[in-house]
């Protein structure tokens, strides 16, 4: 496939079942309405919501901007599956295949998924087809697994269909400078990657650069010179102002293998979400992070920023009176390979906590996530308190000015806000 190298029991409910099932959740973000008290039943969405995570990052090791690609298309197939058998209640994504409402939805989610996922990682696909078989062993033979084995092939294949030369894995670069702000590879690999990723078709949004900033501050400005004081105070790897707790965030934001996928799973268990209320959710997160996400690497191929490391061990050359060059100067992370200006990881956070509390109406959730790289697991109380802490953490790690930061998030929020006006809405109903 070019340019995409390195998707229970059955549920056969009455179509009029299943809808009333997925009306818990509106368009315009109301509240999720939980009627069932019994334990459920697996969910199919969550269950190859974690298949796809060993592929993307336990076996084949994509970093986060590459994740968000792969797991974008991976539920925007499983969600056009799981709501054409659902009746289409909501808007589809891409194709609505015919559906009675009596195929099997575990049997579509499984096929969606394993075939996206088959497609994107090729050399996977004895393991994942092993995946597959055991999940479709657990569905009884029949008409119902028959038609939804049928439906999921069709939104894969149309999910398929849609990114193929989307852009994926191209060959641009990021401009090296060499005049004072200007980017260039840092220590300790002095790598460049992911300039494709600015060049992506976007998923929802009509163009990758439709929110563009004003860019980085001047560097000859008073607010440069606080940005730059700030993260060469509190994000040098022996600062003696960053706390433990700072320290933990730090390390937890920057984890590779990312919480916030977990985070997604947590809470569709914890708010007891119908197969096709996981479905609606996974897909409209995951799309808007990864259109954030191109947003912002687009952003900074625009303006090439140079990463606090450098801006501090060349503060000479800035012509800024109040900032000082230290040659020596570390920060307590290691510097992802591409530009400052705008942080991938609070465009990527924005999206997602801006796109889970328009889904579920409301801020005040609480969840938590692991990570094995801090050793830590981090509670929060709302969406809104984990984006905080993101902004701040990038800083207190010395890999991103507070600009850089804040502006990402500014992005984030705007691709949740376009992405939710025109995508996954409720269909209105004929003659309404």
């Not at 220590?187 to 929802?204: C, E, Q």
């Not at 003696?240 to 916030?260: F, G, K, P, S």
Request: net charge positive.
């Amino acid at each position: 496939m070019p340019k995409l190298r390195a998707a229970g029991r059955a549920s056969a409910l009455p179509r009029k079942a299943v809808c009333l099932a997925a009306a818990g959740v509106l368009a315009t973000g109301s509240p999720v309405a939980y009627a069932s008290a019994s334990p459920p039943a697996p969910n199919a969405v969550i269950v190859w919501d974690m298949n796809a995570q060993t592929a993307i990052w336990d076996v084949a090791g994509q970093q986060p901007q590459v994740q968000a690609h792969s797991f974008a298309m991976v539920h925007g197939a499983v969600y056009d599956a799981v709501n054409a058998i659902a009746g289409s209640p909501y808007q589809p994504y891409l194709i609505a295949p015919r559906a009675t409402g009596a195929e099997s939805a575990n049997a579509a989610v499984a096929t969606a998924a394993f075939r996206v996922l088959a497609a994107l990682f090729p050399a996977q696909q004895a393991r994942l087809q092993t995946q597959y078989d055991e999940s479709l062993a657990t569905i009884p033979d029949g008409t119902a697994k028959r038609r939804g084995i049928s439906v999921g092939a069709q939104a894969a294949a149309a999910m398929i269909a849609a990114r193929q030369d989307d852009g994926a894995f191209g060959d641009q670069t990021w401009t090296v400078g060499t005049q004072p702000g200007q980017w260039r590879p840092t220590p300790p690999a002095y790598a460049s990657d992911g300039a494709w990723v600015g060049h992506l078709k976007p998923f929802l949004i009509p163009s990758a650069s439709m929110f563009r900033t004003s860019g980085p501050p001047a560097l000859t400005s008073r607010r440069y010179a606080r940005d730059f004081n700030e993260v060469k105070t509190i994000g040098a790897a022996t600062s003696t102002v960053r706390t433990t707790d700072q320290t933990q965030a730090a390390i937890w934001w920057h984890d590779r293998h990312l919480a916030e996928w977990e985070i997604k799973r947590q809470l569709a268990t914890t708010q007891r979400l119908s197969t096709l209320q996981s479905a609606r959710m996974f897909a409209m997160v995951d799309l808007t992070e990864a259109d954030a996400t191109t947003a912002c690497f687009n952003e900074k191929a625009a303006w090439s920023f140079w990463r606090p490391i450098t801006a501090i061990q060349l503060a000479d050359t800035d012509g800024n009176p109040e900032t000082t060059a230290d040659p020596g100067w570390t920060p307590l992370l290691v510097t992802p390979p591409h530009p400052d200006f705008t942080s991938g990881h609070t465009c990527f956070t924005a999206a997602s906590m801006s796109a889970l509390a328009h889904f579920f109406g409301r801020d005040d959730i609480s969840f938590s996530g692991y990570s094995a790289a801090s050793g830590t697991t981090r509670h929060f109380r709302s969406f809104s308190q984990a984006l905080a802490e993101v902004i701040e953490a990038r800083v207190w790690g010395g890999i991103h000015t507070r600009t850089a930061d804040v502006q990402g998030a500014r992005i984030g929020k705007q691709v949740t806000a376009y992405a939710t006006t025109h995508y996954f809405r409720v269909k209105p109903k004929p003659g309404g």
